[in-house]
């Protein structure tokens, strides 16, 4: 505790906590200023922190008192550490803010003093919880099914397409958004399977493990004794590996044919060439769609997407239409 000297201000120490962190995980600043603290106050008598606390001796006042009490408290050369409660922290420091203003008392130190950060990808334990409540208490999004779904998610993705190639990175992080609710909802829904009909529930949990399952063995290079040195090893292992997961009996097996016609030919011209496959494009009778088919194949085998090839040459046909009409109307 502190020896008192009578002229020195002392000091009030706001302990803040990450709620994404378990309790108890403090820092060893925090753990030092609780245990060395002359006082130490907490509003909240059902606050996560204090069963800690009691195991480390830390003795725990529940109340806040007034801000010029705890000014007075302090003046001395006193420590009073504050644990963060809510609406009577606001009080707290509005009242401490004012006396501060006022010239009219010796202010001790103020400290804000943290006691655990968030850790990276924290935010999306929010967004799971906010997930959670949407899914028990909106009459709309109560009733969503997969198949409901589908159609945003395929909408969801080309408007990440579309921020991602007119670079517009307000967009991008928005619809990076759009497609995470996309995932998170539909785990969500998944939770919900009786397994009455042979679908057993599963979470976003799951979903992350499946996907941290697959990349890990899908990059032997980096979790593995495997070397890589170019962007070219990395997909041949990647292809090496995800054939002996998926067993299939066919290169096309996995491809959806519900995809853009323009990059499911693409696709197919890729799987076969990387199956060393010598497969001839089936000619018609002067049809466009096996001349389209030709023109996807060779696109793919020149490195160019050809989705992306023709997206972009449409909106310049859609500029000029624009500036066309600008000039008639003049």
């Given at each position: ?35 060395s603290a002359d006082r130490v106050l907490c509003a909240d008598e059902q606050h996560p922190q204090l069963?800690?606390l009691h195991e480390a001796g830390v003795t725990v006042e529940h109340g806040t008192p007034a801000a ?263």
């Amino acid at each position: 505790m502190t020896t008192e000297t009578p002229d020195a201000p002392g000091r009030i120490v706001l302990l803040t906590a990450s709620h994404r962190v378990a309790p108890g995980l403090l820092s060893w600043p925090a753990w030092q200023t609780l245990r060395s603290a002359d006082r130490v106050l907490c509003a909240d008598e059902q606050h996560p922190q204090l069963p800690y606390l009691h195991e480390a001796g830390v003795t725990v006042e529940h109340g806040t008192p007034a801000a010029d009490e705890l000014v007075a408290y302090c003046a001395g050369g006193r420590t009073a550490v504050v644990l963060p409660s809510g609406e009577s922290d606001q009080r707290l420091t509005d009242g401490l803010a004012r006396l501060a203003g006022s010239n009219r008392v010796q202010m001790p130190d103020l400290e804000l003093l943290p006691g655990s950060y968030d850790l990276p990808g924290a935010r999306l334990l929010d967004l799971v919880h906010v997930m959670d409540r949407i899914r028990r208490e909106c009459p709309w999004s109560s009733q969503q099914t997969h198949k409901g779904l589908a159609k945003y998610g395929i909408e969801e993705a080309y408007e990440l397409v579309e921020a991602i190639e007119t670079e517009d990175r307000t967009e991008l992080r928005e619809e990076l958004g759009d497609v995470l609710l996309q995932v998170v909802f539909h785990a969500r829904i998944a939770q919900e399977a009786s397994g009455e009909e042979g679908d057993e529930p599963f979470s976003i949990d799951d979903v992350a493990a499946t996907l941290i399952d697959k990349l890990i063995h899908r990059h032997p290079h980096v979790f593995g004794d495997e070397s890589a040195e170019t962007p070219e090893d990395v997909k041949a292992h990647w292809m090496r590996t995800k054939a002996v997961e998926k067993q299939r009996d066919s290169v096309t097996d996995g491809v959806p044919l519900t995809q853009p016609a323009l990059a499911l030919a693409a696709k197919l011209s890729s799987r076969a060439r990387s199956g060393g496959l010598d497969v001839p494009l089936p000619t018609g009778d002067g049809g466009i769609g096996y001349e389209l088919l030709s023109l996807a194949s060779r696109a793919e085998a020149a490195g160019v997407d050809p989705e992306t090839a023709l997206r972009a040459a449409s909106r310049a046909y859609r500029d000029a239409i624009v500036a066309t009409e600008r000039g008639a109307a003049h």
